[in-house]
């Protein structure tokens, strides 16, 4: 009798000891059914019983709540349980045997990409991936899945374990993104060295390069020669940091055309919590930034030619140029606050029609004219002058 209770115990912790190891069935661990078929648990092993009981309980609860099937190396199903048959459609005698490739979209189960995946799986690297697989009836769910592989005694895969949960909902709702971000944005993704790993669209149809032109080149292939190299050496110690990147980038597409955009530039972190490599989201702004900078040009303009001063709605001066300081004899702080009617002679100051002439622009009617106007010094002066108002974009008068 002593004898049987330790071989019974040995065994029972063994059987613990391997469950991992044991394929799946139907929804159960082919170990449980091994344990009720051929070992008698005595009283004795109290703590050993709870033990195996307590991990089948945990088995039960990841059964029915995640899609498990195993691999042979060679990636050809072994086994499958309800709930990886539930998702895939398939039946147990309809999957086993099959390659995991049969449950992917074809495009993917004959890339280079998968054939690498699963070349990592074969040397013992654990992977976790979200991947579109294909039911039985042709449609698309996407897994959110983890990959291990189980080491025999000698060191060597035996089998690869998946353990997977269905994040169609999710990935659905993230695929609407990515069309609406496609449809909007110049993206494109870029290695740790910023070579171009993937264009999309709208970024072939700006830069004007094909795809051919672009993968596996530098970003600086669109970059234009105007750009300032801090900005870039300001970019990667950002981006290198794991932080995000935001600027205007002026770029040159292939035709020479000089473009502007608004770009994102932000780290795909690893598992290391370090950069794996780069998402590029860019918007256009040239239509913009080229409007921005003829208004510029025309300030500019009119900053060398005229005396230029901006009030506020009630009169009171907000900046003003070199030229109409110079010719009022006022420095920038003497001016700044100052209002109009201390420009005027006291007579017109004092007028109706000077009365008017505030509420007038306010109201956002021109003025135009000869005025005259005294300097600091007292000198009068003659000004022909335009008083615009200027709205803001719901036609409200603002300076």
């Not at 909007?184 to 830069?207: H, M, P, W």
């Not at 006291?346 to 000077?354: D, F, G, K, Q």
Request: charged fraction near 30%.
């Amino acid at each position: 009798m002593t004898m049987k209770r330790k071989t019974a115990s040995r065994t029972v912790r063994n059987a613990a000891k391997s469950v991992s190891d044991k394929p799946l069935k139907n929804g159960r661990n082919s170990v449980a059914d091994e344990m009720e078929d051929g070992v008698e648990i005595l009283p004795a092993n109290e703590r050993t019983v709870q033990e195996v009981s307590g991990g089948n309980a945990r088995l039960d609860a990841l059964n029915r709540s995640m899609a498990v099937a195993e691999y042979s190396v060679d990636g050809n199903i072994l086994t499958a349980n309800e709930k990886f048959l539930h998702l895939t459609g398939h039946s147990a005698d309809e999957v086993e045997g099959e390659h995991h490739g049969s449950t992917c979209e074809s495009s993917f189960a004959d890339s280079q990409e998968y054939r690498k995946f699963w070349k990592s799986l074969e040397k013992g690297e654990s992977r976790s991936v979200e991947m579109a697989r294909q039911t039985k009836s042709g449609r698309v769910i996407w897994l959110s899945s983890s990959y291990s592989p189980v080491l025999g005694k000698n060191g060597k895969v035996q089998k690869i374990i998946e353990i997977a949960t269905d994040v169609s909902e999710t990935m659905a709702e993230l695929n609407v993104r990515k069309e609406i971000m496609n449809l909007t944005s110049i993206v494109s993704e870029a290695d740790l060295r910023g070579d171009i790993l993937s264009v999309n669209e709208k970024f072939i149809q700006v830069s004007k390069y094909s795809t051919d032109e672009l993968i596996g080149k530098g970003h600086n292939t669109t970059r234009h020669p105007d750009m300032p190299k801090e900005v870039f050496r300001d970019m990667w110690a950002t981006i290198g940091r794991g932080k995000m990147f935001r600027g205007v980038v002026k770029n040159r597409a292939k035709d020479g055309v000089p473009y502007y955009v608004d770009a994102v530039i932000a780290p795909i972190l690893g598992e290391n919590g370090k950069p794996k490599r780069y998402l590029g989201v860019r918007y256009d702004i040239t239509e913009a930034e080229t409007e921005r900078q003829n208004m510029r040009g025309i300030f500019r303009a009119i900053d060398n030619s005229y005396a230029y001063v901006e009030f506020d709605v009630d009169g009171n001066v907000l900046k003003a140029n070199r030229n109409f300081l110079n010719l009022m004899e006022y420095s920038e702080d003497d001016v700044k606050g100052r209002h109009h009617r201390s420009f005027c002679d006291h007579a017109t100051a004092a007028s109706s029609e000077y009365q008017q002439f505030w509420p007038d622009l306010k109201s956002g009617r021109s003025k135009s004219g000869e005025f005259k106007r005294i300097t600091k010094g007292g000198k009068e002066v003659w000004l022909q002058a335009v008083y615009s108002p200027v709205s803001d974009e719901v036609g409200r008068v603002v300076k």
